[in-house]
């Protein structure tokens, strides 16, 4: 403890009170996620330095209504206050209540007031309050609460230097009690507080009332209340009701004290008259799907561009690495091994920014709660939440964003039944296998007039893959028990205009979750994949050209054709396709060979590797991917050398795409479900059943075709 | 009149005063979330599909199920 103690300041609020946008202002871009210990819920926390001079730690908790938890996330919030011995517990609270709407953030200040840490009340959203002719007496406020009152708005910055100066001095925690422990209670609580060093009358009754919460303390600790409670018939939660009743009782009475000019309410006409649109039987829906298509749109188009030249200037620098560094097994590990992994990684980096630039617009402008009024009902027939909708959505273009995006959903079931189906939409990358594949076995004619048969078949595998999901879901919703009861009681926030710096944070944090987090992943089977693909036994590929030289003699090859040649032996010598041969007896039934298998091998990191490997294996590695028709003649003329016939029939070409629509084929996602999750249970369980599905299905269609 | 019932028999534009709960578990979120025995409650809206509906209460909007508004018993 060498290290001079920073304070903590936490900051805590009802969802939709501003707490982000003063968390952004206090500290900046100097921020991180961290972990609470032992649980998955992140923890934000950030610097600001203090006009005394000292930096502060601020601790951003999840928004929550009421000390009482009923999600994970909330149970956190509850732990950090109660355990005023811990770790974490806050040197000084910050409760931010929104001022246009006081009274449900008073009834979340009275519990942390009463909860015995020092505490100040930023009133946010000052400006509304004047729009709306609201008038407050803070002096009275404050006096009546028993703690500082700063006027903020977090916005645009007014109030913050004033609350800076507040925090950087000491203050004491409030006298008053909003609360008092009913007569029956009083017993339990005061054996507690002889028992354990608890600090006042409303924690003790909080350990006896949250049995789940009190995780920090040692287990005879736990032992302790346990009997306490026992001993005294405690039923935890039996007096909840009374005590928010009681506290909206004493808040109401402050608030007909303290309010000199009440709301009127048409400032909220705007978000009215919305509402009557985007909430309408049609044009909800038509403004929904268009929104739905612009973001989609916008993931598949604006990223193309940077994601191409991410490609092109990790290839140019792979291969640059390669001209100027000695050769050897070390540059090799950088030029294939290293960089094209790091390249893996930040090619989705754009398709991520895009999707949570629009997320964060919908959060924040308060449109977010409507999508969620709007698709409740149908989602929840399949075990998923209205909000459940934008993942799912967003899965059509990859299912990286897509899965980092379920965090709005606060439902455990809901949210993990959402991450495990995600994938099952087809996303982009599986556009270019399927592209070649259909234009394999599926004849480029039209049907009744102006079908193209193509663009049919590629149709109906997206639609495969998003029945797929809502089936998985639906039969999830049956498998998962869980006690955790599924309601929907939400605010539907006022509309506002969103907060540009709030999205450019927004996009950072979730930006750099994703390089750091799942990149850790990524890079690591990158690496193992390419030791796999550049290694075998023996000294086949150290002297490749030797035995393709021997091999070819008596061909006459050009340069070019050569290189090719040594490139597919090469790989059919490696580890990788060692592995493809091994595995050839398992996908023979689906009607696949081993140069198919050393595909879904090198695949099985990221998907749209099977064209390039399915090139390189063909020997047709130098024509480069775009040249479709190339590889797609190539494919036309491989012999399956058991019938004589094609390689590639309409039953092998179908399987190969329908193992391709269910299948994982990709780390990405296994990486950031891990992250999500935090841990590998869920991860393991999604690939084990999306290659299960894949594998039966593409087993029966290739055993009904052939 | 005097008809007892709850929120979720309510139509668009009606307003009534929330009396009490039937779901222990539920009631306690909702009063928390402003939705108190003698505070006046204005059905708003539906969802197009008919739920969930979107209430006024406390001085501000919330939605919530059906099944949840049917726990929350109002006068008129």
Not at chain 1, 200 to 208: K, P, R, S, T, W
Not at chain 2, 24 to 39: A, Q, R, T, W
Request: aromatic share 10%; net charge neutral; hydrophobic share 45%.
């Amino acid at each position: 403890m060498s290290e001079r103690k920073r304070p903590k300041i936490a900051l805590l609020g009802n969802p939709n009170s501003g707490k982000s946008s003063l968390f952004n202002r206090l500290t900046g871009l100097n921020q991180k996620i961290g972990n609470f210990p032992g649980v998955t819920v992140d923890k934000k926390s950030g610097f600001c330095l203090l006009p005394s001079g000292v930096t502060a730690e601020i601790v951003d908790l999840p928004g929550i209504y009421s000390i009482y938890p009923r999600s994970l996330d909330e149970q956190i919030v509850a732990e950090v206050l109660l355990d005023h011995r811990g770790a974490d517990s806050p040197d000084k609270i910050v409760v931010i209540a929104d001022a246009t709407n006081l009274k449900r953030g008073l009834l979340l200040l009275t519990q942390i007031i009463d909860i015995g840490l020092p505490t100040i009340l930023a009133l946010n959203m000052m400006d509304l309050v004047a729009k709306a002719g609201i008038s407050y007496d803070l002096k009275k406020l404050s006096a009546r609460l028993g703690v500082q009152v700063v006027p903020i708005n977090a916005r645009n910055g007014v109030g913050i230097d004033e609350l800076k100066r507040v925090l950087s001095q000491p203050f004491a925690p409030a006298e008053k009690n909003t609360f008092n422990v009913w007569d029956e209670a009083k017993a339990p609580v005061r054996e507690l507080r002889e028992k354990l060093s608890v600090d006042n009358d409303y924690e003790a009754y909080q350990f006896l009332e949250q049995p789940n919460s009190l995780r920090f303390l040692s287990k005879s600790d736990r032992e302790t209340v346990d009997h306490i409670r026992n001993a005294y018939n405690f039923f935890p939660g039996k007096f909840q009701g009374a005590e928010t009743i009681q506290r909206y009782s004493v808040i109401q009475d402050l608030l007909n004290d303290v309010i000199l000019k009440a709301a009127d309410l048409s400032w909220k006409n705007t978000t009215s008259r919305l509402d009557r649109f985007l909430t309408h039987k049609v044009w909800g829906y038509v403004s929904f799907f268009a929104i739905l298509f612009l973001i989609f749109q916008a993931i598949f188009a604006w990223a193309t561009l940077p994601m191409d030249f991410i490609d092109s200037g990790f290839a140019n620098f792979s291969s640059y690495l390669k001209s100027v560094l000695p050769e050897g097994p070390l540059t090799s590990l950088l030029a294939e091994g290293i960089i094209p992994g790091i390249g893996g990684i930040i090619i989705f980096v754009p398709q991520i920014a895009i999707l949570f630039a629009f997320i964060s617009v919908l959060e924040e402008s308060g449109y977010m709660a409507r999508v969620v009024f709007l698709m409740d009902k149908v989602m929840r027939k399949f075990g998923l939440n209205g909000k459940s909708v934008v993942p799912l959505m967003s899965g059509v273009a990859c299912a990286i964003p897509a899965i980092m995006a379920t965090r709005t959903i606060d439902n455990w079931k809901e949210r993990t039944i959402t991450i495990f189906v995600t994938p099952l939409m087809s996303c982009s990358a599986r556009l270019p296998i399927f592209t070649i594949l259909i234009a394999l076995i599926v004849p480029n004619e039209t049907a009744l007039g102006f079908f193209n048969l193509q663009g049919l078949a590629l149709m109906g595998l997206y639609l495969l893959g998003f029945l797929a999901a809502i089936g998985s879901a639906y039969i999830m919703k049956l498998l998962i028990r869980v006690k955790e009861r599924s309601f929907l009681i939400m605010e539907l926030p006022t509309y506002r205009i969103p907060k540009w710096s709030n999205v450019g944070y927004t996009i950072v944090e979730k930006t750099k979750a994703f390089v750091l987090e799942a990149g850790k992943v990524i890079l690591a089977i990158s690496i193992i994949l390419w030791v796999l693909a550049s290694y075998g036994p023996g000294d086949k590929l150290e002297n490749a050209r030797e035995y393709v030289l021997q091999d070819a003699a008596n061909q006459r090859l050009t340069e070019q054709a050569l290189e090719d040649r040594i490139a597919a032996f090469r790989l059919e010598n490696s580890y990788a396709g060692i592995i493809g041969k091994a595995i050839e007896p398992v996908i023979k039934p689906l009607g696949y060979d081993w140069k198919i298998g050393i595909a879904l091998i090198t695949s099985f990191a990221a998907r749209e590797v099977f064209v390039g490997t399915i090139a390189t294996i063909y020997s047709i590695g130098s024509v480069g991917e775009e040249d479709e028709v190339t590889i797609k003649s190539r494919l036309r003329e491989e012999i399956n050398p058991e019938t004589g016939g094609p390689r590639y029939t309409p039953a092998v070409g179908l399987s190969l795409l329908i193992f391709y629509t269910f299948a994982m084929q990709c780390m990405s996602t296994l990486a950031i479900v891990y992250r999500e999750t935090k841990g590998w249970k869920w991860p393991l369980l999604q690939l084990t059943y999306m290659t299960g599905l894949a594998y039966l299905s593409a087993f029966i269609v290739y055993q009904v075709l052939r | 009149m005097e008809t007892p019932g709850n929120v979720a028999q309510m139509k668009p534009g009606e307003i009534a005063i929330i009396t009490g709960f039937t779901d222990d578990y539920i009631s306690v979120k909702l009063m928390e979330m402003g939705c108190l025995p003698g505070v006046p409650v204005r059905f708003n809206f539906t969802a197009p599909l008919g739920d969930p509906i979107c209430i006024s209460v406390s001085g501000y909007e919330l939605s919530l199920r059906l099944e949840e508004a049917a726990t929350i018993t109002i006068v008129n």
